[in-house]
Nanobody
């Protein structure tokens, strides 16, 4: 059974940092394409960034230069380091992955076409 489990959310100050983790079981993350997504109340889900099975990483314009995706293959975990937090970063954050190998088939801007999702972790940024 495949499970993705996010952790590391919480409250942060504007300008501060948080690190989210996405730990996988029953699924080898670094062999598949996966991404981070977020959804704020009343807003559509949006992609934050994604990492391909070949290690290439892409970020949304809104987080480019502030957020960093990395992975630890030994721990089967992908991280989202969030620096210079802004109030606009307040949202529920999810990790998701697809079964397919390269090429990535999912829509990583909107979070469509991915096969496995975590339950989410809340990030709240206060000014």
């Amino acid at each position: 059974q495949v499970q993705l489990l996010e952790s590391g959310g919480g409250s942060g100050q504007s300008g501060g940092s948080l690190r989210l983790s996405c730990a996988a079981s029953g699924f080898t993350l670094n062999r598949h394409c996966m991404g981070w997504f977020r959804q704020a109340p009343g807003k559509a889900r949006e992609g934050v960034g994604n990492i391909n099975a070949d290690g290439r990483i892409t970020y949304a314009d809104s987080v480019e230069g502030r957020f960093t995706i990395s992975q630890d293959a030994a721990k089967n975990t992908v991280y989202l380091q969030m620096n210079s937090l802004q109030s606009e970063d307040t949202a529920m954050y999810y990790c998701a992955a697809e079964v397919a190998y390269l090429p990535c088939l999912g829509d990583y801007a909107a979070g469509r076409g991915l096969d496995y999702w975590g339950q989410g972790t809340q990030v709240t940024v206060s000014t």
